[in-house]
């Protein structure tokens, strides 16, 4: 039997991932703290972390620990190990003002479930700000000491919430026989020490080109390994 992944996602995180902000000057323009890092399809393939000023706040350096397990707290004795599998879609902050290394507001949600969850996606991404969310390091810290993965999120919105085909388009664009979107997709998480990527394709008008084509990028994408894409 396959694996299965069961997310568990709350309206308030779907309202909370769609919020749209102005776009936010970086950390030496704005001498504030520092925020994660989010792009668009086009604008990823131009970062670079010696370039980036709030880059080094970004980076987790926390290994993920084996998961702690315990026979005897099994809810079903008749459960094959790693059958069943939850994964938590969190929103911690709107997509453009995401803190790298905690909030001055102190009403920042502190996620404290890490027992029941065996990946988190730190869910975020909107037409206003950007479609791609790299997760801030405190939380791949926390995350990766209770033996839990985290991925960023890749989010293409419906058209309903200002989606773009050409958004789609721009993320499975070729160059040669590489995806160069996802080449970088890929350094992101390298760098910043996190496990992978969640891709949620929402936006309508697509062929089967199209889907091809993003069902290659992810192939690709896995080949590069260890990033992983779900």
Known sequence: MRRRLLPTLCAATVVAALLTAPARPALAATGDQPYVSYWYPG????????TDPDAR???SRVPLRPRAQ??????????????????SLVSFAPTSDNPSQGSLDESYYAFGHWQYVDRLVFWGGSAAEGLILAPNPTVVDAAHRNGVKVYGTVFFPPEVFGGRLQWVRDFVQKRGSSYPVADKLVQVARHYGFDGWFINQETEGGDAALATELRSLITYARARGPVEFI
């Open 43 to 50: 604008t990823i393939l131009d970062w670079d972390p010696a």
């Open 57 to 59: 706040f970004n980076r």
């Open 70 to 87: 315990d026979p005897a707290l099994k809810a079903n004795p008749n459960a094959r190990a790693g059958e069943g599998r939850v994964v």
